[in-house]
């Protein structure tokens, strides 16, 4: 049984508060907004957990109106991703990142707007907060 009083971050949630605080960003959340940059946040529903810690599958998607831009902001969102191992986020417990696949530019079908996209696999622990 999870341990009572317990539950799993809500990972949308963390990871839109932990990626806002990245330097330079227009915005960032679960659907899109037209500020640049903006990252989008998509969890997968995948993985699973044994009751103490969830490994769940993360795409964040990457969307500027200047290419050059875009594509160096995408290793800043990266990195910013990469630390996130071994910390806490509103007292939730990450205990890795990986990246399963790196940023790679998408035909978005708008010349005015550039997207990438990568793949992440986040491992978090319960909190102790009550449902």
Not at 41 to 46: A, C, G, H, N, Y
Not at 59 to 68: G, K, Q, W
Not at 99 to 107: K, S, T, V
Not at 116 to 126: H, K, T
């Amino acid at each position: 049984m999870r341990p009572e009083g317990r539950h799993f971050a809500n990972l949308r949630t963390l990871l839109r508060t932990y990626l806002l605080t990245l330097d330079g960003i227009g915005g960032a959340g679960t659907k899109l907004e037209m500020l640049f940059p903006f990252v989008l946040i998509t969890v997968i529903p995948s993985g699973g957990d044994n009751y103490l810690w969830s490994r769940q599958t993360v795409d964040i998607e990457v969307f500027h109106s200047d290419y050059a831009a875009g594509a160096d902001f995408t290793r800043h969102v990266h990195d910013h991703m990469m630390r996130l191992r071994h910390t806490y986020v509103d007292g939730v417990p990450i205990s890795d990142v990986v990246n399963i696949n790196n940023f790679g530019d998408l035909d978005y079908q708008d010349d005015t707007v550039h997207r990438w996209i990568a793949e992440y696999e986040i491992e978090s622990s319960v909190d102790s907060a009550t449902l």
